[in-house]
C-alpha cells in the first residue's frame, strides 16, 4: 500500500506542476501576446508589467481559485483529514495574506509607479505575492490530486473508501 501511495503523491505533485505551468501559459497569454509582439517591434515592456499589475491579479486569480476547488471538494476532507489549525493556516490565513499583499502593491502602483517601483519593500511584496501564490497552488491542487491516490491505494487492500 506504501508504494502505491508514494506513486500516486509523486504522480499528483507532477500533475499538479502540469496543471500549475497550464495555467501560467494560458492565464498569462495576454502578457506572452505583448511580449511577442514587443519583441516583433523592437520595443521593451519589462518594466510595464509591474506597472499594470497584470502578474498580482493572476496571482490572486489563482489564489481564490485553488482555495475555492478545496472547499467545494466534499471527498477530500474525508480521505485527507487535517487538523482545523493546518486548514485555517493553509486555506485562510496564507490566501488572505496574499490578496492583501496584492492590494498593498496594486494600491503604490496606483497612486505612483514610479516611486513604488523604486520602494524595494513593494518590489519585494509584488514578487512574494506570486511566488506565495504559486506555492500554495502546487500544494492545493497536489492535495487535491492525491484525493485519487489515496483511493486507489485503499481499494486495493480492501479498505471502506466512503
Not at 499538479?16 to 505583448?34: E, P
Not at 492590494?103 to 505612483?112: A, E, H, P, Q, R
Request: aromatic share 12%; charged share 15%.
Amino acid at each position: 500500500m506504501r508504494l502505491a501511495l508514494v506513486r500516486g503523491i509523486a504522480s499528483a505533485f507532477l500533475t499538479g506542476l502540469l496543471w500549475m505551468a497550464l495555467a501560467v501559459v494560458l492565464g498569462l497569454a495576454q502578457l506572452w501576446l505583448n511580449y511577442g509582439v514587443a519583441a516583433f517591434k523592437s520595443v521593451s515592456i519589462g518594466r510595464d508589467v509591474l506597472e499594470d499589475g497584470v502578474l498580482l491579479f493572476f496571482a490572486m486569480a489563482l489564489t481564490v481559485s485553488v482555495c475555492l476547488d478545496y472547499h467545494f471538494d466534499e471527498e477530500l476532507d474525508r480521505l485527507v483529514p487535517m487538523r482545523k489549525l493546518w486548514k485555517g493556516i493553509i486555506f485562510y490565513f496564507v490566501p488572505g495574506v496574499i490578496v492583501l499583499l496584492v492590494t498593498y502593491v496594486y494600491m503604490c502602483l496606483l497612486f505612483d509607479a514610479e516611486k513604488a517601483l523604486k520602494t524595494d519593500v513593494v518590489v519585494l511584496a509584488h514578487w512574494s505575492s506570486i511566488l506565495a501564490a504559486l506555492l500554495l497552488c502546487l500544494f492545493c491542487k497536489t492535495l487535491l490530486f492525491c484525493k485519487a491516490a489515496i483511493r486507489n491505494a485503499r481499494q486495493a487492500h480492501g479498505l471502506v473508501v466512503s
